[in-house]
């Protein structure tokens, strides 16, 4: 056993330990200078004289990501300090953990707490000093009963994120996903009329991604084996895939309509024709695409490539009579990269592909 001056001299030991490995003035530093940028960015927007909803909503359409990235910043650094002193600072309390293995103990709510080597009796309990991540002492065995031990880990909700493209444990991401939903939720609020729709498509995303994740721990937690079938999940995440393209093909349709539609001018209705003939066969590719229909598919693929040849073919035809007018002739050799490409494309998905 030891005596407490030992005791006292292993924690100062160990905290010095683990403010080297894992706090160092130098990281300290940068985080402190990252969350006073943020600070600063946030400052410099105006955004804290705001006085109206008005106001805030110009500040914030003029310069919301400047906003966003120093609000990460900021919390960036908060973590790190609020980290650095309840793993550090705060005195080591004294609690009964689980040895599993010679580098693990477990708590009793399934917290798992690493430490280099341990030569205690595995499957014991022991008493334990310690901070919120950290062991700094391991003090007697625990020879009472203790009911309601869980031995399954318990991981962390925001160090711990899965999503549709895979699964990533013991990093910073899922927060990174909650900042990025913040200017799609206020470009919801404070946005007027059809602007709505892409606040909704800016939010819809993140938070598919939360409810994803958070579905998935929900029945990680219920596995007894570790493992969850995703399939499920995987369906809706390709469904919502497809909606949100639906909707922004659409989007991007009543666009190129509405700007169509407003052009007074008889010349540019002319010019622009071919942007609204693309745009609409490039739609129903995509919508063909998800409804898994070939041969629309290759109809609208072959219209799409059509009517880009003729504005191509014609374009150069009127830049090629203009090169001649102004007896420019050497320019003719220019345009023939751009015939010989123009060429290629229409042998290539409309004489070929058939």
């Keep these: 056993m030891k005596d407490d001056i030992m005791i006292k001299q292993d924690i100062i030991k160990k905290r010095k330990e683990i403010r080297k490995k894992y706090y160092s003035t130098s990281g300290l530093f940068v985080a402190t200078i990252l969350g006073s940028l ?15 909803y008005d106001e805030f909503f110009q500040i914030f359409s003029k310069n919301g990501i400047i906003i966003i990235f120093g609000i990460f910043f900021l919390f960036i650094t908060l973590y790190c300090w609020l980290s650095f002193i309840i793993n550090v600072l705060i005195k080591p309390k004294k609690e009964i953990l689980l040895l599993i293995d010679n580098h693990t103990f477990i708590n009793k709510k399934g917290k798992i707490f690493y430490i280099d080597n341990c030569d205690k009796k595995i499957n014991k309990y022991y008493y334990v000093l310690k901070t919120h991540n950290y062991i700094y002492e391991i003090l007697e065995e625990y020879s009472g009963n203790i009911k309601n031990f869980s031995l399954k880990e318990k991981k962390s909700y925001w160090l711990n994120f899965y999503s549709p493209i895979g699964n990533f444990e013991n990093l910073f991401l899922l927060p990174i996903v909650y900042v990025i939903l913040i200017p799609g939720i206020l470009s919801f609020i404070m946005s007027k009329g059809e602007q709505k729709i892409f606040g909704i498509i800016f939010s819809i995303v993140p938070i598919y991604i939360i409810m994803y994740d958070l579905i998935y721990k929900i029945k990680l937690k219920k596995s007894s084996n570790n493992e969850v079938d995703d399939t499920n999940l995987l369906k809706s995440y390709l469904t919502l895939k497809n909606i949100l393209a639906i909707i922004f093909a659409l989007g991007i349709c009543l666009f190129v309509i509405n700007l169509y539609v407003k052009m007074s001018d008889l010349k540019s209705k002319i010019i622009f024709l071919p942007f609204l003939l693309c745009t609409i066969n490039g739609i129903g590719y995509m919508l063909a695409k998800i409804f898994n229909k070939p041969k629309l598919q290759n109809i609208f693929l072959k219209s799409y490539v059509i009517i880009f040849l003729i504005f191509w ?9 203009k090169i001649i007018e102004v007896k420019a002739y050497i320019m003719c050799l220019f345009t023939i990269p751009f015939w010989i490409a123009g060429i290629y494309i229409f042998y290539k998905f409309v004489i070929k592909n058939k």
Excluded: C, K, S
């Design 38 to 52: 943020g600070l600063l960015f946030i400052y410099l927007t105006g955004i804290f004289g705001v006085t109206t």
């Design 313 to 321: 073919f014609a374009f150069l035809i009127f830049l090629t009579i």
